[in-house]
């Protein structure tokens, strides 16, 4: 049973471009949520994705957005790359139950910005 | 808001030794409790959660934590510590409300266990 990938396991941009980072959520699974995660720091929520619409947010600028595709797969989009961008990115995939199953992290993606 | 303090940045322990991580957290509403572990240069993997009932949790690892409402805090705990518990510890929550979906995380707590 495939757990949580996430592609590309590294990634090197420079400021002002474009990037997009994708997910597969665990098998089984329908809703995907992003966070990001600055050296030192706790992973920090970005949005979380069920049914193709994102349902809630956190905050961060309109520069983020993302997709859930109908298979379930999520696409994370960061536009006009800063510095402060450069963080490991982590997707979490959850079965949405109506309770409050636990979300299953994938290994990320380490995005620097240069 | 929902808030969430680690206070312990890095905590050392020789191998074999007994081990607390120490979590509090602030909520106006009921919530959901969480201790992740994360690996270096992998992603965080659930070590045990609280979601009601028992306030004692017993998770994987031979980790447990105990819910405290009173205190607002979820300790984490080891009696015996190995070399290879070395890593990142999350503590995290999430509110029991409709419409509320993310997890807060804390700065992250690093077990060094010596030998």
């Known amino acids: 049973d495939a757990g949580v990938t996430q592609s590309p396991t590294h990634l090197i941009k420079t400021r002002g471009q474009q990037v997009t980072l994708r997910c597969s959520p665990k098998?089984?699974?329908?809703?995907v949520s992003w966070y990001q995660q600055a050296l030192g720091q706790g992973p920090q929520f970005i949005f979380q994705y069920y049914e193709e619409e994102e349902r809630q947010r956190g905050n961060f600028p309109d520069r983020f957005s993302g997709h859930q595709f109908p298979n379930y797969s999520s696409e994370l989009n960061v536009n006009a790359l800063l510095l402060g961008d450069s963080a490991l990115y982590l997707c979490?995939?959850?079965?949405?139950?109506?309770?409050?199953?636990?979300?299953?992290f994938g290994p990320g993606t380490r995005l620097t910005v240069t | 808001a929902q808030s969430v303090t680690q206070l312990d940045s890095q905590v050392p322990v020789f191998e074999e030794a007994p081990v607390e991580l120490r979590c509090n957290y602030s909520s106006s509403v009921s919530v959901y409790l969480f201790w992740y572990v994360q690996y270096p240069n992998q992603g965080l993997q659930l070590l045990l959660k609280y979601l009601s009932g028992s306030t004692l949790v017993k998770g994987i690892n031979g980790f447990e934590a105990e819910f405290n409402k009173s205190q607002t805090s979820f300790h984490l705990r080891k009696p015996s510590v190995h070399i290879s518990d070395t890593a990142e510890y999350f503590c995290a929550v999430s509110e029991t409300g409709p419409g509320t979906y993310k997890y807060i995380f804390g700065t992250g707590t690093r077990l060094k266990v010596l030998a």
């Open positions: 979490a995939s959850s079965l949405e139950t109506g309770g409050r199953d636990e979300q299953y």
């Open positions: 098998s089984g699974h329908d809703t």
